[in-house]
């Protein structure tokens, strides 16, 4: 089983900063993707970021230049700096991860977060 908590969440006045992270725990063998996806109330849960383990990021149009997603491997971990936060990114953020369990059979998984809720104030 594979867990996954999330922390930085809070409250941050637009044009503010704030930074995301996400520990991955448990029977792991291998890694293949991280990412954070987000939402809002009423809306969809989105994708906001993705690194894979080569470090290919990939981007939601409307982050862009303001977030950065990073990994470090050996701790099992991703990060999320959102600079430049606006009011539309108010949302619960969640991390996830897919990967290879290190338990037999060796399965894969994808695994969700709890969620960090992300508000910014106008």
């Known amino acids: 089983q594979v867990q996954l908590k999330e922390s930085g969440g809070g409250l941050v006045q637009a044009g503010g900063s704030l930074r995301l992270s996400c520990a991955a725990s448990?029977?792991?063998?291998?890694?293949?993707?991280m990412g954070w996806y987000r939402q809002a109330p009423g809306k969809q849960r989105e994708l906001v970021a993705a690194?894979?383990?080569?470090?290919?990021?990939n981007y939601a149009d409307s982050v862009k230049g303001r977030f950065t997603i990073s990994r470090d491997y050996a701790k099992k971990m991703v990060y999320l700096q959102m600079n430049s936060l606006k009011p539309e990114d108010t949302a619960a953020y969640y991390c996830?991860?897919?990967?290879?369990?290190?338990?037999?059979?060796?399965?894969?998984?994808?695994?969700w977060g709890q969620g960090t809720q992300v508000t910014v104030s106008s």
């Open positions: 448990g029977s792991i063998f291998s890694i293949n993707a």
């Open positions: 690194i894979t383990t080569g470090g290919r990021t």
């Open positions: 996830n991860a897919q990967g290879v369990v290190a338990s037999m059979p060796m399965n894969l998984f994808d695994s």
